[in-house]
């Protein structure tokens, strides 16, 4: 990304457009590289295109679809395989997989293989001389079989049949599979059994129990006699290299004492284990390969003021391909030599845009009302001016499970290069710091984790980071949820608020997710919220939908028609609220859109829609307001 001379702020359709590409691949032979080239936004076209790794000749289409593709992978040095998803851009469509597919280097027409009903792709997508492992099932099936396929002779061979409570299989370096992992209850509550073998015909034995959200199944080591493991030491997420023979995981490979350990475990062909990133303030990275450390050493010299990231090599590693990006550019692809020690550029994921349009995130800690440590994320304006300037609090969603994270987010920049500061926090419930700081979170909606967004409030006041007359809360599902419940519970605080997808009413989205998810969703509900027929008063309390006329600032409420996170209702509900109570709103409702705003078009539209309601409720030099249209400014 090029630094430009004088400032300009980037459009919300530069911000907000697909990037130019959505994945990249290096063939095992080092010679080519292949991209899925996004067009027209999610229901617009892909292009897979492929070029020579020497730059002697330029891109070409291998391929040209109106759907998605939804995964693709080099199965041998001279044949791609790949995945498509239709029905994603139609309203009330279930997303649906079709393939796989493969095609040669050269092109062609691809060719549509034959697999009876259902699959995925396994999670470490092995290999064995042009074979990849699915997990198979009949049609919605829930506990896939496996099953080897050969993709240039189209052949299938099922190795396991499905097996109840069984949802995946795995395969050591030898192409043996030797792990599963089976669920120990259907409610949602359980746990799930790491289960083990020696060999093909030997008896499957449990070796270790792992918890749901804080355990994975990483892969085998090198050796082939132990396994990696992501699971809690005591409160936070560390790697362990597991002994399946005696269930004994010693002391963490990986640990640290803030942050959960939760990224994944990258190995190579062989076994090794190379890497492990993770989500602290900032990302970290430890290297477990020595060989590995010298190139990362290298390529931090060639390219300082980026995370760098290798995420693909040829069968040789002679050739490595790298990903560089910040917290100011979305992100570069770069092939690196080891042996030349030579960088070469092949693509930027956005290269209209430039990284002196965009801001850093200043990683920031505090202390909540009762102690609780949080972290989050303070962006200033680009090129701020001297004073404060007007300040948004930015909730993420989830709320569990999810947490925000340092790198480049388009709606941060947005704001930021309008004239806003940014305070993004990751309030208790949120992941990534144990165990303990999530489960702090269940069944505090619109009660403690609140109150952590007001103390964040309060501790950018104090700072002098935000004017307490010129603050705004905006965010999306439960951030749009709590971007509401904050103009209810503390309305003194804010100036405006803005809800995408917002939950309204806590009862309607127990009601529907027990009905959307029979199987697990009333049991983790009643865990995360609590008892809805127990404590009525206490969903009263915190469905936002019940207490409209306790709001004073203007509002834009947004939602997509085909929702299936949280249903439409909720936007129904709350826009016959506002406008019974006299209530100053603006509503943004797109038709075919769902949860996300997943349609580029509506992306764009809602981001200018969204800067025109800040010009006039809360303008800034950069993002001034109308004339005559906000009285009181």
């Known amino acids: 990304m090029a630094d430009s001379g004088a400032f300009c702020a980037p459009s919300a359709e530069d911000l907000f457009r697909s990037p130019a590409i959505k994945s990249i ?24 295109v492929i070029l020579p790794t020497d730059g002697s000749q330029p891109a070409r289409r291998l391929f040209r679809t109106v759907s998605d593709v939804d995964y693709h992978l080099w199965v041998s040095p001279q044949t791609i395989l790949y995945g498509i998803t239709t ?3 139609h309203p009330r469509a279930r997303p649906l997989p079709r393939g796989p597919f493969i095609i040669g280097r050269e092109g062609g027409e691809p060719s549509l293989l034959s697999i009876p009903g259902d699959y995925r792709m396994a999670q470490f997508p092995a290999r064995r001389n042009g074979e990849v492992l699915l997990w198979m099932g009949g049609r919605g099936g829930r506990f896939p079989g496996a099953g080897w396929l050969d993709a240039e002779r189209n052949e299938l061979t099922s190795v396991l049949d499905p097996e109840p409570g069984v949802i995946a299989w795995y395969a050591d370096q030898h192409q043996q599979i030797r792990a599963s992992l089976a669920v120990t209850s259907n409610n949602g509550s359980g746990g799930m059994a790491l289960r083990y073998r020696t060999g093909a015909d030997a008896a499957w034995e449990t070796v270790y129990e792992l918890e749901p959200g804080s355990s994975d199944f990483q892969g085998f080591d090198e050796d082939g006699r132990h396994l990696w493991v992501l699971t809690p030491e005591t409160d936070r997420i560390a790697l362990f290299r597991v002994n399946p023979e005696t269930g004994e995981a010693g002391h963490p490979v990986v640990a640290d004492p803030v942050y959960d350990v939760s990224g994944a475990l990258l190995q190579d062909s062989r076994g090794r284990a190379l890497e492990i990133s993770y989500m602290a303030d900032l990302p970290q990275r430890v290297v477990l390969d020595a060989e590995w450390q010298g190139h990362y050493q290298q390529l931090n010299r ?3 003021d980026t995370f760098n990231s290798i995420v693909d090599w040829d069968r040789e590693k002679t050739r490595l391909l790298v990903n560089a990006a910040s917290d100011r550019d979305p992100g570069a692809y770069y092939l690196y030599e080891p042996e030349r020690k030579r960088l070469s550029f092949v693509v930027a994921v956005a290269d ?12 920031v800690t505090f202390s909540a009302r009762d102690g609780l440590r949080l972290h989050g994320y303070f962006t200033k304006p680009v090129h701020a001016q001297r004073g404060i300037a007007p300040m948004i609090l930015m909730p993420h969603g989830g709320p569990f499970g999810v947490r925000d994270r340092w790198g480049f987010n388009p709606v941060v920049q947005f704001l930021a290069s309008r004239g806003y500061a940014v305070l993004q926090v ?11 700081f999530e489960l702090a979170g269940y069944g505090q909606w619109g009660l403690a984790m609140q109150d952590d967004l007001s103390d964040a409030v309060a501790w950018a006041v104090r700072t002098g980071r935000a004017d307490p007359g010129q603050i705004g809360i905006f965010g999306s599902s439960y951030g749009g949820y709590a971007a509401l419940m904050g ?15 917002g939950v309204s009413d806590l009862e309607l989205l127990y009601r529907n997710d027990k009905r959307r998810l029979p199987d697990s969703a009333e049991g983790r509900f009643r865990e995360m919220f609590g008892e809805p027929e127990a404590n009525p008063e206490l969903f009263d309390d915190v469905s936002p939908v019940n207490h409209i006329e306790r709001i004073r600032a203007p509002v834009l409420v947004a939602h997509g028609q085909i929702d299936g996170q949280v249903d439409i209702r909720h936007y129904r509900l709350l826009t016959r609220q506002l406008k019974k109570h006299g209530k100053e709103f603006q509503s943004f409702e797109r038709r075919f859109e769902g949860h996300g705003l997943h349609k580029e078009a509506n992306r764009i539209a809602f981001f ?3 800067g025109a309601f800040l010009a006039r409720y809360m303008p800034t030099d950069r993002n001034p307001c109308p004339d005559g249209a906000h009285p009181g400014g």
């Open 487 to 501: 103009l209810i519970k503390t309305p003194e605080l804010y100036r405006l608020g803005i809800s995408y997808a």
């Open 352 to 363: 209209w845009l430039h990284r002196s349009q965009m801001a850093p995130m200043e990683p």
């Open 25 to 48: 691949k290096l063939s095992p032979d080092g010679k080519s590289l292949t991209a899925v080239v996004r067009k027209g936004g999610v229901g617009g076209p892909d292009d897979l």
């Open 608 to 610: 200018e829609t969204l």
């Open 302 to 304: 060639l390219l300082p």
């Open 87 to 89: 029905g994603r851009d």
């Open 426 to 436: 990751n309030f208790r419930g949120s992941s990534g710091y144990g165990k303990a």
